[in-house]
């Protein structure tokens, strides 16, 4: 066996062991950690829903717009390992993984005309830099498809270069396919044809007469050619689409267009300080993507990745040097012009950041070898062999330190459950498990969140209200009726109570994740033909439009005092379901009034239940109690004032009428004193 076919195997074999390495470190604990799967990880999981049903979408408009590749991933993986959080984390752990031999791909092809170090071992090392990387292993566990540009910026140079040098055509034709699949994976790939045609006019100025030949124009258009019969369904879709091509950037967009260019220009000076800050001193400042304060980079390769930025300044005049800046200059512009995570926007420089800190570790070593080699004596074998065991404390420690920010200090954080949507997940994984027929109101979460979606599979019919502002319940339950109430900060501190009174009959089913010591949902289930014990204090009957029925109300008292507050309490009926979204209009109505010019004292607007339930999601024989709050103004004068009920819709104003005639049902007047009695 020759030396060139023994180096092969035995690079081929360490390149195996970082792959493995990498593996480790991205599906580690993958199941519990993350401990959700967080919102806009989710919306992955409810594409996947669909692709899985036999939807084919080549781009997606929710959530903002967003490119569909990552998405098939997703739904590659939930079909063969289920529905669950770790799904979407695996997809991206793939990508992670596969991510490393396409480094080791692309520094062979930028360095291969390099001497020395770079050459043998440059390869090799930025395998083993990026695996190690928590920058990396962070959006390889996090779920989101920005994971897919390390991977396709890598492959798609890797073929443009291997093509420079070799200048076989499948090399372009295939750089090529990539360029134009990247086009599916997220926004920042919409400026690597940037950097290919910048890559072009390197490489033709490097040449003896500095421009390009007939053959180079060629390629260039094999490669754009193959690209755009790629990105051409994507493209037609933003054709016949407007708008969606742009919405997510124009969402994000930190530049101005009011400002002068020199304001411009400092923002954009401030953003790009703010991203070296980022890379070397103050990470991130939200632990969902990060340990907070953590900085990309470690101290050591810190260090090295600045050494190989002016090592790489010192060799500008070739051309890999030449793109390995544009690279990274270029890739750069997306956390610079948008606002948001920088580690997610900047996401794109990864593999070239890589490549520079491998330049600062490697070349050192060459110039230190040889002078070594020249000097031949103890203090240079001591100076060679302790730079090297400084790289080797730089990369281990480094390999170290990441493992235990991420396995062990980030875990440890108790907003990641809140962060991942760890609730909210389980709040749908267990409404999965309900029969099909079974009613299922939901409080106070929304039951069209992401997290709740895809951990219920793309259950259809929970209904959702806010027990802090209203109570909903059936008439009579035709069927088990399970109620999913979130407690806690910021929960429903009411349905319980009311639900054992309303519906004594029923019991606690199931308990949520504990969250702070104390169950983060709990499921109370009324069984079928129970009947509500809901009752109003006061008996009504009117009705609107045979849509909604008012049955009836409450109130504390009929004699107020200026300044006092009315606490009304109203109970509606759905008569039938209903399109608009209604706004309930609650007025004190009496002598006419200065402010108001006309009789209006005081009043209440707005959808029921804060817009919780809003009258197009109303089921009929559904009843709504909901409490109305009115202050009476200090300055009004006293007397005998009139409390009116209706319904209009926003924002022409239209109102719904009642049966019996009029649009306004008058509850009961009241009256105002000096005094007031309670």
């Not at 108790?414 to 760890?422: A, C, G, H, I, N």
Request: overall charge negative.
């Amino acid at each position: 066996m020759s030396q060139n076919r023994k180096r092969t195997l035995f690079s081929l074999a360490l390149l195996a062991a970082i792959i493995l390495l990498a593996a480790f470190y991205r599906l580690y604990q993958i199941n519990t950690l993350p401990p959700g799967d967080g919102y806009d990880p989710a919306w992955y999981g409810v594409d996947a829903i669909d692709i899985l049903a036999g939807e084919r979408p080549l781009f997606l408009p929710t959530n903002f717009g967003r490119e569909v590749m990552f998405s098939y991933l997703v739904a590659l993986v939930v079909g063969l390992v289920g529905y669950t959080p770790s799904a979407i984390h695996i997809a991206a752990a793939i990508v992670g993984i596969l991510t490393i031999p396409a480094m080791y791909a692309v520094a062979k092809a930028l360095f291969a005309d390099e001497k020395g170090a770079l050459e043998k071992y440059g390869g090799l090392l930025a395998a083993f830099t990026l695996a190690i990387s928590y920058w990396h292993l962070s959006w390889s566990r996090f779920g989101v498809r920005a994971i897919l540009i390390p991977l396709f910026t890598s492959l798609t140079f890797y073929f443009l270069w291997r093509g420079f040098r070799a200048g076989k055509r499948l090399d372009y034709v295939l750089a090529g396919i990539l360029l134009g699949l990247s086009a599916y994976t997220y926004q920042a790939a919409r400026i690597m044809p940037v950097i290919v045609v910048l890559g072009f006019i390197f490489l033709a100025i490097s040449r003896p007469r500095h421009r390009p030949t007939r053959t180079d124009v060629i390629n260039l258009f094999i490669v754009g050619g193959v690209a755009f019969l790629i990105f051409l369904p994507l493209g037609a879709y933003f054709v016949t689409h407007p708008g969606s091509f742009g919405e997510r950037i124009n969402q994000t967009w930190a530049v101005d267009a009011e400002q002068g260019p020199g304001a411009v220009i400092v923002m954009m000076w401030e953003r790009m300080k703010g991203l070296a800050m980022i890379l070397v001193s103050s990470g991130e400042d939200k632990a969902l993507y990060y340990l907070v304060g953590r900085p990309i980079l470690d101290v050591g390769i810190a260090i090295l990745f600045g050494l190989g930025l002016v090592l790489g300044m010192w060799r500008l005049k070739k051309p890999n040097y030449q793109f390995m800046f544009a690279w990274l200059i270029i890739m750069s512009t997306p956390a610079i012009l948008a606002e948001g995570r920088a580690t997610k926007r900047a996401i794109g420089i990864l593999p070239v950041v890589i490549l520079f800190t491998v330049i600062g570790a490697l070349v050192p070593w060459d110039r230190i070898s040889g002078w070594a080699k020249e000097q031949q004596n103890t203090i240079s074998k001591i100076v060679k062999y302790g730079y090297l065991a400084l790289l080797i404390l730089v990369f281990v420690s480094s390999g170290f330190t990441t493992y235990r920010h991420y396995f062990v200090d980030w875990r440890q954080d108790p907003d990641l459950f809140t962060y991942f949507e760890t609730g909210l997940s389980q709040i749908g994984q267990y409404a999965h498990t309900l029969p099909d027929d079974e009613i299922i109101y939901v409080s106070p979460v929304p039951v069209d969140h992401s997290s709740v979606v895809f951990g219920a599979q793309g259950r259809l019919g929970m209904r959702r209200y806010n027990g802090a502002a209203c109570m909903v319940t059936p008439a009579e339950t035709d069927v088990n009726t399970t109620y999913i109430i979130v407690s806690g900060d910021g929960g429903d501190p009411n349905s319980l109570e009311r639900l054992t009174s309303y519906f004594p009959q029923g019991e606690i089913v199931e308990q949520g994740p504990l969250h702070y010591g104390e169950p983060y949902f709990l499921a109370y289930r009324v069984p079928a033909g129970s009947e509500s014990g809901m009752a109003p204090q006061h008996m009504v009957s009117a009705n609107w439009d045979n849509t909604i029925e008012l049955i009836g109300y409450d109130l504390e008292s009929q004699t107020y005092s200026p300044g006092d507050t009315i606490h009304l309490t109203v109970y509606f009926r759905a008569l039938s379901e209903m399109a608009p979204d209604y706004t309930l209009s609650v007025q004190l109505l009496g002598e006419h009034n200065p402010t108001s010019n006309g009789p209006l004292w005081a009043q209440f607007d707005g959808e029921p239940c804060q817009r919780y339930y809003p009258t197009s999601a109303w089921i009929e024989d559904d009843i709504l109690r909901e409490r109305i709050v009115l202050t009476i103004p200090p300055e009004t004068p006293p007397g005998s004032y009139d409390l009116h009920i209706g319904f209009y819709q926003w924002p022409s104003l239209e109102r719904l009428q009642l049966q019996q005639g009029g649009d306004s049902l008058l509850l009961m007047p009241i009256s105002v004193d000096a005094t007031g009695s309670r």
